[in-house]
Every structure is written in structure tokens, then in C-alpha cells.
């Protein structure tokens, strides 16, 4: 059984969230405070956090930033927040979705269960045992590690995803709209942006010189490149 925190202070919206995933099998745990549910985030066990943004003492931007410093588990933001720059910052700080209030409970539930069965897809064993090396860069795909010469560095769930993709299609062209729906799925709600916002995270952590990349190319027109 999968463990869900709901962080919400809005009760009867996160009563409303509880009802229908433990409907379907889940269990969930609910958090009305920022502080309390950023403390149970990072020191409890969860598979999944649903999270909203305004909430007291903490935001839920700082708790995604913070999450996201130690741990790949799939975060879906939940908010009444339309505009477009929070659904970017919201991506660019690792966030997995994006989910406007009002929401469908039905429509929550499957894509709570789209993205573990996503995520667990990629973390699977099943997955290769295959460590890929290039100049300097350690992707392995078992642990989910990234070393760049020889220090670990830290990747969200969906930078890691799109940087073992790309590292294992080396010198292939891959468009924002084959990454987005490779990465993130057709059922995520989001744009092509988004996958800009992560190759540039990437390449800040992996490159030396983030502007002159040597290992992700921008394809001028057509998309992005692993190169060999």
C-alpha cells in the first residue's frame, strides 16, 4: 500500500483528497501546517506528496525546494493558483504536476496513480544495471546517482529521468515534445517550458560551463542531443 501526506490547509478540500485515494487503496496522512508537513516530508517515508502552495509558516515552494534537496519521491502540487509563473516555478523547484483547484477527485486519484506507477517504473530493478560513463560523468541508473568527477551531485526525480533518457540515446535528437511526453506524459498538465527549466538545472549541476555545454547540446530548431 502506497503512502500519501496531503498538505493542505484547507480541510474539507484535503478530507475531500483523503476520501477518494484511501477509496482506492492508499494511505494518507493529512498536514494542515507548512513547518509540521516540511518536518514530516523530509523524516518520514511517503511515496507520494500532494502538496499546496499557501500555507501557514511555510509555503509549499520552499517545502517542494526542500524536498527536493534529498528526495526523488513524486510531489503534485494542488493549488488555486492559475498564472503561469507559479506553475514554471513550481516545475522549475522539481514538482512532478500541477493540479488547479477545483480539481476532479476522479481525475486526482489517476494521476496520483500515473505518477507511481511512473515512478516505480523508473526505479525498478527491472530498470538496467548498466552505470554509464562519460568524461567525468557517472550516471547510474540502479542507485539513481550522478557523480561528476567523482562528487555526487543531487537530481530531482524528473532531472534524473531526462538525463538518463538523453544519456542512453546518446547523439540522437530528441524534441521538447518527445521529452515532455517521454518524461513528464500526456497526461501531465504543463508545456515544453518545463523541459527547458530542467536542461538548464542539468546543466548546472553536470557542466562546467552551463552556457558552453559539453555534454547536453541545444539542437538549434529541433531539440536537445547527448553527446558523445
Not at 493540479?99 to 527491472?126: D, G, M, Q
Not at 561528476?148 to 515534445?177: D, H, Q, Y
Request: charged share 30%.
Amino acid at each position: 500500500m502506497s503512502n500519501i501526506l496531503i498538505i493542505e490547509d484547507d480541510i474539507s478540500i484535503a478530507e475531500l483528497q483523503r476520501d477518494y485515494l484511501e477509496i482506492s487503496g492508499f494511505s494518507v496522512e493529512i498536514i494542515s501546517n507548512g513547518k509540521i508537513g516540511l518536518h514530516k516530508s523530509l523524516n518520514e517515508n511517503y511515496d507520494l506528496i500532494l502538496l499546496d502552495l499557501m500555507l501557514p509558516e511555510v509555503n509549499g515552494f520552499e517545502i517542494c525546494k526542500r524536498i527536493r534537496e534529498s528526495k526523488n519521491i513524486p510531489v503534485l502540487i494542488v493549488s488555486a493558483k492559475t498564472e503561469d509563473i507559479d506553475k514554471i516555478r513550481g516545475f522549475g523547484l522539481g514538482a512532478d504536476d500541477f493540479i488547479v483547484k477545483p480539481f476532479s477527485p476522479s481525475e486526482l486519484v489517476a494521476r496520483v496513480k500515473a505518477h507511481l506507477s511512473r515512478y516505480k517504473r523508473f526505479t525498478s530493478n527491472e530498470q538496467s544495471n548498466d552505470v554509464l560513463q562519460v568524461r567525468g560523468l557517472t550516471v547510474n541508473k540502479e542507485s539513481r546517482q550522478v557523480f561528476v568527477e567523482g562528487i555526487e551531485k543531487i537530481f530531482t526525480t524528473k532531472e534524473f529521468n531526462l538525463l538518463s533518457f538523453l544519456a542512453s540515446n546518446p547523439n540522437k535528437v530528441f524534441s521538447k515534445e518527445h521529452l515532455f511526453d517521454r518524461i513528464w506524459g500526456f497526461d501531465t498538465i504543463g508545456d515544453n517550458s518545463t523541459v527547458t527549466v530542467h536542461i538548464r538545472k542539468i546543466r548546472e549541476k553536470i557542466e562546467k560551463d552551463p552556457s558552453n555545454p559539453k555534454y547536453i547540446e541545444t539542437v538549434w530548431g529541433a531539440g536537445y542531443r547527448f553527446k558523445l
